[in-house]
């Protein structure tokens, strides 16, 4: 066990560290920018399994609250994380664990079935952040869908895949390596 720790402890910092690099590739929207950052989360969930999967998303929400530049657009602070992005943020966390489990237990062995995980993942990000949205006082349910889940479904879509293909090549060589 002792020596679990300083890897996992190393995981979880490369997987913040990534994650927050997927959080500058970005394209200024309103209320929150699209960035390759769910791509990265569901390639960190699907690659450390639920439970590190997990705690790499809250360690990654606990640096953005500190005041660490993670999040998309370099935003920052307690302020940044409840805010508009709160619901996509939580929603990254349910998504981890989510991809992290249905890894564990096998039940993404055909690219199928992982894709449907990706996309259902996603589904919860972008729900979790619109319903989020609609509680903001400039926001109704229509208006949440229409800026916080509408422009993001065909980047959901493709992010899915690529996280999909992500993740199969990352098996693959760790089988030809193995072999």
Known sequence: MTRRLPTETGLVLLGVGLIAAAARVDVPMVPVPMSLQTYAVLVVAGAYGARLGVVTLLAYVAAAAVHLPVLAGGGAGLQAVLGPTFGYLVGFVVAAGMVGTAHDRGWA??????IGLMVAA???ILGLGAARLS???????????????HPFLIGGVVKSVSATATLYAMSWVAHRRRA
């Open 109 to 114: 062995s055909s690219i199928a079935s992982s």
């Open 122 to 124: 996603h589904a919860v």
């Open 135 to 149: 509680w903001l006082p400039d926001y109704t349910p229509g208006s949440a869908y229409r800026d916080g889940v």
